[in-house]
């Protein structure tokens, strides 16, 4: 089975197209652009007719196998499209496509595709049946380096020149929204101001579009990058983001910490702890750096701390949960004096 990435897919359509197409990602701008450059190759070579199927819990699959095995009525090529639009398919689904090496053929390519992980679908049977026959491509979600390396070619594709700064801008206004970031870029494609811009003239024109998950949060706190972490938060908080998830990713870092600070004095290899506590090496420079800074000691504080938060917020006494998440925050990347802690409201209270 051939792979290509969603930046390598483009060079692959131009030659001979295969019989079938796996696109499966939770980054819903590049798994669009993917299937539409798809539809586009597939156009071009000739496969006029496209059909496109959804399969969720109402699906009937044999209209899946009627269109496999259906001739156009003027000998048309066909893409035939089926989103799995279900996280997990029922038995008779998945003996369906297990079926499906057997209904393939010159005169259609057929595009499975969906939302769930590429990771999970790859382990399943009918998956690994096709992989002779198809190519799959991966969609993963880009990371602040790949990001900032899209939005400059993206750029470049719109005739755009952005400063460092700009894009620096538009990418924490972005963050984690790619088609939001797209939508920005077009837009200064039309607008017809003077470049290069410059990160003064880009703030006036950009609105808001990021968009956090908690890890991303806990990332910027490793790295030690306060003002990345206070604005993550920020715009978790407005996403309404539960604070119980929020502290609870918290302490579990905190007493993934509290291990690795201690296998020094106890002895053991670090790398032995990374390996209980399931730490891929990618991750690993991360909790490192977050170590040079925390000591035992202040990482006690820090338990502490988060326990008096939830006996505050369960309590229903904490006055503003985003000022204390702020807080904790904090805490966790410049350690400073202990002259306000939750601590002292709980007694208080």
């Known amino acids: 089975m051939q792979k290509f990435y969603a930046n390598q897919l483009g060079q692959h359509l131009a030659g001979q197209l295969a019989p079938c197409y796996l696109i499966f990602g939770e980054e819903p701008l590049q798994k669009l652009e993917a299937i539409d450059a798809l539809r586009q190759a597939a156009k071009q070579q000739g496969y006029a007719e496209r059909i496109s199927l959804t399969a969720d819990a109402q699906f009937d699959w044999n209209e899946l196998s009627n269109e496999l095995q259906a001739m156009s009525l003027f000998a048309e090529r066909r893409l035939i499209e089926l989103e799995l639009a279900q996280q997990k398919l029922s038995a008779g689904a998945n003996e369906q496509l297990k079926a499906l090496p057997t209904h393939l053929h010159s005169d259609i390519i057929l595009l499975i595709h969906g939302e769930r992980s590429h990771s999970d679908v790859s382990k399943l049977v009918w998956f690994k049946q096709l992989q002779t026959q198809a190519v799959q491509v991966p969609i993963y979600p880009l990371d602040e380096r790949q990001s900032l390396q899209w939005l400059k070619e993206r750029a470049r594709q719109l005739q755009l020149q952005l400063s460092t700064e700009a894009l620096t801008l538009l990418q924490q206004h972005c963050a984690g929204n790619l088609l939001a970031a797209r939508q920005e870029l077009e837009k200064l494609a039309l607008s017809a101001l003077p470049q290069p811009l410059d990160a003064t003239t880009l703030s006036e024109f950009l609105a808001d579009h990021s968009s956090f998950s908690v890890f991303q949060l806990v990332d910027a706190i490793l790295h030690g990058q306060l003002d990345a972490a206070l604005y993550r938060l920020q715009r978790l908080c407005q996403q309404d983001t539960e604070p119980v998830i929020i502290a609870w990713q918290l302490q579990k870092e905190v007493l993934q910490l509290r291990q690795l ?19 891929w090496p990618k991750r690993q ?3 490192q750096t977050a170590l040079q800074r925390l000591t035992l000691g202040w990482l006690d504080y820090l338990l502490q ?4 938060f939830d006996r505050l917020y369960k309590s229903g006494t904490l006055n503003n949960s985003d000022i204390a998440l702020a807080h904790l925050v904090t805490l966790l990347i410049k350690p400073v004096g202990k002259t306000f802690s939750l601590q002292q409201q709980v007694y208080h209270d």
């Open 305 to 308: 701390e988060l326990a008096a």
């Open 285 to 287: 420079p991360l909790y």
């Open 261 to 279: 600070r201690q296998a020094e004095p106890q002895g053991r290899p670090l790398a032995e702890v990374f390996k209980q506590l399931a730490i």
